[in-house]
């Protein structure tokens, strides 16, 4: 007979979701960085919503901007995570760097281990990369484990580098344009129900694309 001493739970799978925000200077113009920190405080809500005891969202943002790459929020247990500080917007566009940066975080298995979910990125920018970003895009996208991931992007006004942006989508219904600030809060919302999709459906590692409501719909 089997001894209770020797039962164990399960821990929850990890479904990372990584967000890569462009806080650039031309991200102050029209309201686009207020809208992305609110987007960001009600993402962060949105989420927490979400339970299921098979899998657990822990979520990851950075931002990129002037010269460097920040890391706002590390991986961690949606629970656990309060909110996102005020992102300021300046400088230029280092992208290139945000690849990288979510390369290495999706390879490093003490962060992401092996039974975890694929992970969700998202991207979010209004112009084009200021740095060598090429390379460090094909790392991402076509090798290791971050290929295996659900790669959604924003192109934001018609400065924003839509052919590279439809390079690092998972596929082209993945890639969303828009020209007002409040186009950042619609996308969030829409990546946030499809999360929500994932984690609760049967399969979280299957293929899964929510369609955009009619009320919410961005220009495709």
Partial sequence: ????????????RMLPVIVAADRSGSMAENGKIEAL?????????????VSNPR??????????GGAEVTCEVPLEAI????GVGEIPAEGMTPMGQAFKQLKDLIEDVDRVPHRAYK????????GIPTDDWIYQLSELVDKGRSAKSYRFALAIGDDADREMLGRFVTN???LMTGDKARDIRKFFRWVSMSVSV?????SPNGPQ????????????
């Fill in 119 to 126: 992970p969700t990125l998202l991207l979010i920018s209004d």
């Fill in 209 to 220: 694309l929510l369609p955009l409501l009619d009320d919410d719909t961005l220009e495709l």
């Fill in 37 to 49: 920190n609110l987007a960001l405080r009600e993402f962060v809500d949105s989420l927490r919503e």
């Fill in 55 to 64: 899998g657990e969202i822990h979520l990851a943002v950075y931002s990129f």
């Fill in 1 to 12: 007979m089997a001894s209770l001493d020797s039962f164990t739970v399960q821990a929850p």
């Fill in 172 to 174: 082209s219904e993945y």
């Fill in 79 to 82: 629970s656990k995570i309060s």
């Fill in 198 to 202: 994932r984690l609760l459906s049967q």
